[in-house]
C-alpha cells in the first residue's frame, strides 16, 4: 500500500458573499488569525504530554532503588526532576500568556503564541527527553509509555510551523510592535 499526494487546484471558483468569511481579499490575514489559536493547542497539547512525562519519571525515580535506595534520593536525579518541573510550569503559563491574549484579542497575540509555541514545544520535548533518561534502558521499550511521549512531542516543533519559523514570526512581531515598548 502507497500514499498518494493529491493537488487539488480550484481555479476561478465562484463564492457568494453570503458564504464569503469576513471582507474579500482578507483571507490570507484570517487563516494567519487560524494559526495563532493552532499554536497555542499544539503548545498545549506539549505541555499535557510532558505533564504525563514528569508524573511518570517521578513515580519510577520513587520506586527503582539503586544501591539501596530509590534513585529519586540521588541529587543529580532530584536536579533533573527539579529542572523538568520548572520547565513545564514556565511552559504552561506562556500558554496561559497567550491564550489570554489571543481571547482579548490583544495586538501581542501573534507573538504570544509564537513565543508559546516555540518554547513550549521545546521545553516540552526536553522534559519528555529527560524523563526517558530517567527511566535508562527501559525509557525506549515500548512496555513505558515515554519512548511514545518523546516521539510525539519532538513532531510538535514541526507542527503548525516549525520552530524556526517561530523565530522569525517572532522577530517581525517584535519589530511591528516596537520591541523596545515591549519590555
Wanted: proline letters at 3%; glycine letters at 8%.
Amino acid at each position: 500500500m502507497t500514499a498518494r499526494n493529491t493537488v487539488l487546484a480550484p481555479l476561478q471558483v465562484f463564492v457568494p458573499h453570503s458564504n464569503m468569511l469576513g471582507q474579500q481579499g482578507s483571507g490570507f490575514k484570517i487563516a494567519m488569525h487560524a494559526l495563532d489559536g493552532g499554536r497555542i493547542n499544539i503548545a498545549a497539547c506539549s505541555v499535557g504530554g510532558a505533564a504525563y512525562c514528569l508524573d511518570y519519571a517521578w513515580q519510577y525515580t520513587s520506586e527503582r532503588q539503586q544501591f539501596g535506595q530509590p534513585i529519586g534520593s540521588f541529587q543529580a536525579t532530584q536536579f533533573k526532576l527539579a529542572d523538568m518541573a520548572t520547565s513545564l510550569e514556565a511552559s504552561r503559563a506562556m500558554v496561559r500568556s497567550a491564550a489570554v491574549a489571543l481571547d482579548g484579542k490583544s495586538p501581542r497575540a501573534t507573538l504570544a503564541a509564537g513565543m508559546a509555541k516555540r518554547f513550549a514545544t521545546d521545553a516540552c520535548f526536553g522534559v519528555a527527553n529527560d524523563a526517558l533518561q530517567l527511566l535508562g534502558g527501559y525509557g525506549y521499550l515500548q512496555d513505558h509509555p515515554i519512548e511514545r511521549y518523546c516521539r510525539d512531542l519532538r513532531v510538535h516543533s514541526i507542527l503548525e510551523g516549525t520552530n524556526e519559523i517561530m523565530r522569525v514570526i517572532i522577530h517581525r512581531q517584535l519589530q511591528r510592535l516596537d520591541y523596545h515598548y515591549l519590555v
